[in-house]
């Protein structure tokens, strides 16, 4: 069965620190460009962090300086450290897997998702 699975989610304080990690199973996504989005309430999913399949990395601007992402290709897993927090922040995150000329379209896998909720 071909799966993203997202985990490390939950709550934290505004400033606070958060590792998600992506794990793939039935693929390998060291081929793959992944993707992380996320969409808060009443908003649409937006894009936050790309990794290319050739290790390219593209943020938002809204996230540069404080997400950063990785690639372990013999855990098959794909990681966002979010550092420096903010209740903005806070949303479903989704991890995404595709071959897509560009990092963030054209994604072929999505995981179901892990709640981010920044607040006091």
């Known amino acids: 069965q071909l799966q993203l699975v997202e985990s490390g989610g939950g709550l934290v304080q505004p400033g606070g620190s958060l590792r998600l990690s992506c794990a793939a199973s039935?693929?390998?996504?060291?081929?793959?460009?992944v993707g992380w989005f996320r969409q808060a309430p009443g908003k649409e999913r937006d894009g936050v962090a790309c990794?290319?399949?050739?290790?390219?990395?593209n943020y938002v601007d809204s996230v540069k300086g404080r997400f950063t992402v990785s690639r372990d290709n013999a855990k098959n897993t794909v990681y966002l450290q979010m550092n420096s927090l903010e209740p903005e922040d806070t949303a479903v995150y989704y991890c995404?897997?595709?071959?897509?000329?560009?990092?963030?379209?054209?994604?072929?896998?999505w995981g179901k998702g892990t709640l981010v909720t920044v607040s006091l």
């Open positions: 995404a897997a595709g071959r897509g000329y560009v990092c963030y379209a054209g994604m072929d896998y």
């Open positions: 039935g693929f390998t996504l060291d081929y793959y460009n």
């Open positions: 990794i290319s399949s050739g290790g390219k990395i």
